[in-house]
């Protein structure tokens, strides 16, 4: 596995590079261009720029997350073939640059949704917290007011205001989009990028819902082992494959998560993982706790060790860290937990390979 480190570009991201080089054992950076609009060209100089600079700090760029799918796309929207052939170029110019992984989600309206992003744990961090509960009685509007005022003045990931700006508008237009359109939808999107994906050596990684199970209402399908498995096969090509994250999907405890990650690698069709842990206190309530964490809901050896038997290559990441030791940064993606959750995962790794090369050592 390639240990890497999500990254938000020189003007977004307040942590340096250089401090992230200094992360045992970091090879690999994950980043995007996040001043081009979604469904927009991404320009090779740009992603040139980002490179030069990530390559500078001594790590690699071979992983982007994300290429972010137009809201008409996910709609089934006549407008879906223009912004397909401009996703197309894009990933050309990637391509060119030499980024091999490209991750993607294909959420309706919202990314990844929590209801606090600074809950204080018992040891006196904080995370990032979702209680469904809470979202039954919340306004979407609502929800993207708090999401913003609890940002800590970032704009977060997937939370971008252009595409928030119009949230009435979007539930209008799901109303007629029940899951199996979205399934439609989504096979003639990957209909259309993956021939370019083939083509130009990018393999595609489709990002699990979080949580994975309908928010207010709308359809929500990269959500269980069953789905995930007919979403490999919409186009059946080692093109198009996955972005396993075990805290989006191991939110529902019926969905195995060392088993998950371990067959998707074997078949070929994991690109990338994200690793993190949560604590799931009742259905639909959890907390993200740290990736070492005695009282948690998900084994993190298990997801290493069936990565490694399965000899995984792709990028592997720690995923949303808590805040810690006063840090202030944009919730979940501070440097010190993440830091943290790296070098824990790196230690699992090599002493799972460590008993594998010299059993009884
Ligand atoms: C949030 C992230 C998501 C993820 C996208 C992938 O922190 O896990 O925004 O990057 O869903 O497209």
Redesign the pocket.
């Known amino acids: 596995m390639l240990m890497s480190f999500r990254w938000y570009g020189s003007k977004l991201d307040k942590i340096p590079l250089s401090y992230i080089r200094q992360i045992p054992g970091m090879k690999n950076v994950v980043s995007a261009i996040y001043h081009i609009p979604v469904g927009e060209v991404w320009p090779y100089e740009d992603i040139l720029a980002i490179k030069s600079q990530i390559e500078a700090a001594g790590l690699t760029f071979k992983t982007v997350?994300?290429v972010?799918v137009h809201e008409d796309i996910k709609l089934g929207l006549p407008s879906r073939d223009r912004y397909i052939e401009n996703y197309c170029i894009t990933l050309k110019n990637l391509a060119k640059a030499g980024v091999e992984v490209v991750?993607?989600?294909f959420?309706p309206v919202f990314?990844?949704t929590r209801t606090e992003l600074a809950k204080e744990l018992p040891d006196g961090s904080t995370a990032l917290f979702y209680n469904e509960k809470v979202i039954k009685g919340l306004e979407p509007a609502k929800l993207v007011a708090d999401m913003e005022k609890g940002a800590n003045g970032f704009e977060?990931?997937?939370w971008e205001k252009d595409r928030l700006a119009t949230i009435k508008k979007s539930f209008e237009l799901y109303q007629d989009v029940d899951e199996e359109k979205l399934f439609a939808n989504l096979k003639y999107f990957l209909a259309g990028v993956i021939p370019t994906a083939e083509e130009c050596g990018i393999k595609m990684a489709i990002?699990p819902d979080?949580p994975p199970w309908s928010v207010f209402g709308l359809p929500r399908i990269v959500t269980s082992k069953v789905n995930l498995e007919r979403i490999v096969k919409l186009v059946d090509s080692p093109a198009n494959g996955l972005?396993l994250?075990s805290g989006?999907l191991g939110a529902n405890p019926a969905n195995n998560m060392p088993e998950i990650f371990g067959h998707f690698a074997r078949t070929g069709r994991l690109h990338f993982a994200?690793v993190r842990n949560i604590k799931i206190y009742e259905p639909g309530v959890f907390s993200e706790v740290a990736h070492k964490a005695d009282d948690s809901s998900l084994d993190m050896y298990a997801i290493m060790k069936a990565l490694y038997d399965a000899d995984f290559t792709g990028p592997l990441r720690p995923?949303?860290g808590r805040m810690i030791w006063g840090e202030e940064g944009m919730p979940?993606?501070g440097l010190y937990d993440r830091a943290l959750g790296a070098v824990y995962l790196n230690g699992l790794w090599d002493a799972i390979d460590r008993c594998a090369k010299a059993p009884g050592i």
């Open positions: 997350e994300s972010n991750c993607y989600n959420m990314d990844w977060l990931p997937g990002h979080d972005a994250c989006s994200h995923d949303h979940g993606y």
